[in-house]
């Protein structure tokens, strides 16, 4: 492989920027802080390996101070992204991780600035990689326990890349048998930098995965929730059908009470006239044995008559009304 190591690293920081990108394009529909921790971290790394691949091209402010400062920027801010899901309260380990970066970015400074041998140096910075990648392991591992999800699982195995990376170029530039440089050009160094490289792809994955579980999540509790409610609704529509049927009976109840008091009216109107005509009929018989009193029997005729034109309009009446 000829390819010289400068090279790898500004494909590996191009790769740092265009995964972010793609997550933050990829959960536009569901962008919190989370999304936006994780990508600051992506575009902190990558522009920390930037800086050391213009190592010459820029000033040494930049490619030696500069670029690890944008590293602990980057481990931080993706490390704080993760924690959101174990708990929304971070800011004592934020002030944790700043203090860390603070310490980093400090050392690596009065180990250049007093021409500390590079050996140290690529100890100290690899010493902070395996920190920060060991509580990315930690932070995936905590939430694939509590949420048994494949997102966790991807992140996890970008820790292990990377870890088996570092792991790998410690053992060549400590045993002198890769490079012992940055910029050296061995088998470990080109190992480092593809573990790396297929670590951040995972983890990305990763990220995107745990992003679409978490809105999974929600979508259910709407869901459930909207079942609750339908449900809720349900047994409202079955009150207000029972009440409905309550008062349809109770309405019945009236009708037929109302009813039944007319009826006793009518049949009370209706006995007036037949039992008068009853009576009169009694006495139009007692007279008729006696054949005397014709004017009473012609007066007592012309009362029945009366009676049953009075029960004709009663019935008459009753006819119309229903």
Not at 16 to 21: D, I, N, Q, R, V
Not at 127 to 144: A, C, R
Not at 217 to 232: G, H, P, W
Not at 243 to 259: I, V, Y
Request: proline share 1%; aromatic share 12%.
């Amino acid at each position: 492989m000829d390819i010289d190591i400068a090279s790898l690293f500004l494909i590996l920081a191009l790769l740092f920027f265009l995964l972010p990108t793609a997550v933050f394009l990829a959960t536009s529909e569901f962008r919190d802080r989370q999304v936006y921790w994780w990508c600051i971290g992506g575009f902190g790394t990558g522009l920390g390996f930037m800086m050391i691949a213009l190592r010459g091209v820029v000033s040494d402010a930049m490619s030696f101070y500069l670029a690890h400062v944008f590293f602990a920027i980057g481990f931080s801010f993706r490390s704080l992204s993760l924690r959101l899901d174990i708990s929304p309260n971070i800011f004592r380990t934020a002030l944790i991780y700043a203090a860390v970066s603070l310490a980093y970015v400090s050392v690596f400074s009065v180990l250049f600035h007093t021409q500390v041998n590079e050996f140290y140096r690529l100890n100290w910075v690899h010493g902070y990689f395996v920190l920060m990648s060991l509580d990315l392991l930690f932070i995936s591992q905590t939430i694939n326990s509590e949420r048994k999800n494949k997102g966790g699982n991807l992140i996890a195995w970008m820790a292990i890349f990377i870890l088996v990376g570092l792991l790998i170029r410690y053992l060549g530039y400590a045993s002198q048998l890769g490079g012992t440089s940055v910029f050296e050009k061995a088998k470990d160094q080109y190992i480092a930098i593809l573990s790396v490289m297929i670590g951040y792809v995972l983890g990305n994955f990763g990220f995107i995965q745990l992003r679409l579980e978490k809105l999974w999540e929600k979508k259910k509790a709407v869901d459930m929730q909207l079942f609750a409610t339908q449900s809720q609704n349900k047994t409202l529509e079955d009150i207000l059908e029972e009440k409905n049927s309550l008062m349809r009976t109770l309405s019945l109840s009236a009708k037929a009470n109302a009813m039944g008091t007319m009826l006793g009216a009518i049949a009370h109107e209706i006995n007036q006239p037949l039992g008068a005509i009853r009576i009169n009929t009694e006495l139009l018989m007692a007279l008729n044995r006696r054949a005397e009193d014709r004017e009473g029997m012609k007066e007592l005729l012309e009362h029945i008559l009366q009676d049953n034109k009075r029960a004709e309009t009663v019935v008459s009446s009753l006819r119309r009304f229903f």
